[in-house]
């Protein structure tokens, strides 16, 4: 920086021009007095310093909001001016010419900028490997994969960060389907496939239901004054019955300019409570029902129409209860007669009672037809659970509907004589999501425990036989059951279920905070693997899953991001397990596209995210942005690491030692990708095994022999090939 002394300023030039401070007056921030013909100010002077003043001023122009100068102002400017929107649909060809204008300009200025910042970038690259050796060296967090417990968090995290702001920010239009784009030019099917991934796939946002179509006020169904001293009434009278609301927050003016149903719920609600506003309580009510229509009609979500909901719970009319969580009695089903015998009376309800209520009040509960109508009932009730608990494991929620007595006794229940033949798929998938419960907390608390009981490994191998165990009993209870034309094997369909719900459960093992890192780095194979065979069994099963449902695409979906993920090993690993995974989510892209276009105008949900994850794939980065050593093929003499049985015993230490080495040296395991969608679960589990050393090198506290001796989740039996 540039100063000068008073002395060499003219008499002349102080005359004219006011004297600024000087550097000791503003970094004390006090005024700086300087008496004519005197060199040093006041401060200066008892100080014994020398007095300072620069040559030029510091600091913004008094107004000036933008402490950007120069270059870096202009660089701003552009950025801004390319990030505003287009609100003018008139002027959005001169708009878009003029953007792209910017754009060339700032990319020629960054081309200039960037030279000039190498130097400075290489003197600090050795700074920044101190500071980031930390987070390297920390194997919990590398070991988590994001989100695994929620898919769709997980599917919405995909699309943040394969989706740029710029490409988000533009104006989306729903995506329209090929038919109905007779306008304009023909457009390509890869560009209409691009576009309605990207108008889909968007970060969560909140859709607020505003409007003068909406707003009670702008309607005229009530003043602005009325509202504001229902409002008012509501919280000195009603809000201790409904709690949720602050009133500080949830003025009249901020809720609506949130949510007309909010509103208008808290009027109708209030104006029930008034003895001269039964007029205006009739307009709101049937204002109120309405917006409720249209909230589900239109998708619009925010956080004050979950409050409205809720508002009106308290005032709602009463619902029939159908009581179809109860199990009949006398018992039609395949449930255990002796159980009904431990049961409370709250927990069944009586035949003839449960038909009067359906209005079958002339059907004699002992006739086949009778029989029929009340195991209708119960069928009701177990579908809903499935259901629910599916979209919950989907979607990563947590579960509503309880375990009813129904529920906890319905292992038989598809024996009965009247049964239908879907009846057997549907009660396992009950059992197996009833079970779960317990099983998550078992696992659980062997992770919360581990600290003052056991060793990392050892809670690991307990954990394992634990999930093992927990799927082999439910294959063997149910493979033979419910197989199809007489063989071990399932439907895809269930499949697909029971594999995504192993999945899931390894999910919740990986980012379980009191998990053990050999715990992470053990499950994070047993997880790509349950991954690979839900994409597997998904593009296998194309045939039968022409009418797959959207939670059945959603877990396809999880698996392949899952899988990806997972499929990235850590960085003292060769494996080649990437380009195959990518190549099978291709394959699975395409089964979904094609289930969601077939017939043409069904307009699938999985037409979407068959697209979505193509679009990752593109996006993601290639196998050549991570050079490895060429590959050369194991030595056939050499046991693979997966060959070793759980119950032999391991080699020795050094032995152990040496073969891991040697593992490592050899590069890629395969030359070229491997065809999962041709291979049984056994083969993928076994090739996920041969990399094995991607998961299980480098643990700390972990002999190599136990490393070397993981089967895993081989719970099927050798004849099972799905």
Wanted: some cysteine; glycine content about 6%; overall charge neutral.
């Amino acid at each position: 920086m540039e100063t000068q002394s008073p002395d060499s300023i003219s008499p002349a030039q102080q005359s004219n021009v006011k004297q600024p401070a000087c550097l000791n007056c503003r970094r004390s921030k006090i005024r700086c007095n300087r008496p004519t013909g005197h060199s040093r100010c006041e401060k200066c002077r008892q100080s014994n310093v020398d007095c300072v003043v620069p040559s030029h001023h510091l600091g913004r122009q008094k107004g000036v909001k933008n402490k950007r100068k120069g270059l870096e102002k202009a660089i701003h400017q552009i950025e801004q001016a390319i990030k505003r929107p287009k609100v003018d649909p008139s002027s959005s060809d001169e708009a878009q010419k003029a953007i792209s204008g910017l754009q060339e300009l700032l990319s020629q200025v960054q081309n200039q900028l960037k030279g000039g910042f190498e130097n400075s970038a290489t003197g600090d690259s050795s700074r920044e490997g101190v500071e980031l050796s930390p987070r390297e060296t920390v194997a919990d967090e590398s070991l988590a994969l994001d989100d695994a417990e929620n898919p769709l968090q997980l599917l919405a995290r995909a699309s943040d960060l394969q989706f740029s702001p710029t490409e988000i920010r533009q104006p989306l239009k729903p995506a329209v389907s090929v038919s109905h784009q007779s306008l304009g030019p023909p457009l390509d099917i890869h560009d209409i496939g691009h576009m309605s991934a990207k108008s889909f796939f968007v970060p969560v946002q909140a859709k607020l239901d505003v409007g003068p179509s909406l707003d009670p006020i702008d309607l005229g169904l009530v003043t602005f004054d009325e509202a504001d001293s229902l409002f008012s009434f509501f919280y000195q009278n009603l809000a201790h019955t409904r709690w949720g609301l602050d009133p500080l927050v949830h003025t009249t003016s901020f809720v609506r300019s949130q949510s007309a149903f909010l509103l208008t719920s808290i009027m109708a609600g209030t104006a029930l409570f008034l003895p001269s506003a039964a007029a205006l309580s009739n307009r709101l009510s049937r204002h109120c029902k309405w917006l409720a229509k249209q909230i589900v009609a239109h998708r619009y979500r925010s956080v004050e129409i979950v409050l409205a909901f809720m508002v009106n719970i308290p005032w709602m009319a009463p619902a029939m209860d159908l009581s179809l969580n109860k199990i009949v009695a006398p018992i039609v089903s395949g449930v255990d007669g002796d159980s009904l015998k431990r049961l409370s009376r709250a927990d069944c309800i009586d035949a003839k009672r449960a038909l009067h209520m359906d209005g079958f009040s002339d059907v004699d509960p002992r006739s086949q037809w009778g029989r029929r109508l009340l195991l209708r009932r119960e069928r009701a009730w177990i579908a809903l659970f499935v259901v629910e608990r599916g979209v919950c494991l989907a979607r990563g929620r947590t579960s509503t509907i309880p375990s009813t007595a129904l529920i906890e006794n319905c292992d038989c229940w598809y024996l009965s004589d009247l049964a239908d033949q879907r009846d057997g798929p549907m009660n396992s998938m009950a059992v197996l999501r009833r079970d779960l419960d317990e099983l998550l907390k078992r696992v659980k608390s062997s992770c919360d425990t581990y600290r003052t009981n056991d060793t990392g490994s050892q809670t690991a191998q307990a954990i394992k036989t634990t999930i093992e165990s927990f799927f082999e009993r439910w294959y063997t209870r149910w493979s033979i059951s419910i197989s199809e034309n007489g063989a071990q094997s399932l439907p895809p369909y269930v499949e697909i279920l029971v594999t995504h719900t192993q999945l899931s459960t390894y999910g919740g093992v990986i980012n379980h905070p009191t998990a053990p890192v050999e715990v992470k780095r053990f499950f994070r194979a047993a997880g790509l693997s349950s991954a690979l065979n839900v994409l597997r069994a998904a593009i296998q099963g194309e045939a039968r899953l022409k009418s797959m449902p959207n939670n059945t695409v959603i877990m396809i979906s999880y698996a392949a991001c899952a899988a990806l993920s997972l499929s990235v090993t850590p960085g003292d690993s060769r494996s080649s397990l990437a380009p195959s995974v990518r190549a099978l989510i291709e394959e699975t892209a395409g089964v979904l596209e094609r289930i969601g276009a077939t017939p043409s105008h069904r307009n699938g949900a999985s037409v979407l995210y068959g697209r979505f994850l193509r679009e990752i794939i593109r996006r993601g980065p290639t196998q050549s942005a991570h050079p490895h050593a060429k590959p050369r093929p194991l030595n056939p003499s050499q046991p693979g690491v997966a060959t070793i049985p759980l119950a032999a015993p391991g080699p020795s230490l050094a032995t152990s030692t040496a073969l891991s080495q040697d593992v490592l040296q050899t590069g890629d395991l395969w030359s070229e990708p491997m065809h999962f969608s041709a291979m049984s679960d056994n083969q993928i589990i076994d090739a996920v095994n041969r990399a094995g050393s991607a998961f299980g090198a480098s643990i700390p506290d972990v002999p190599v022999d136990d490393m070397l001796s993981w089967d895993w989740l081989d719970y099927a039996t050798t004849d099972f090939t799905f």
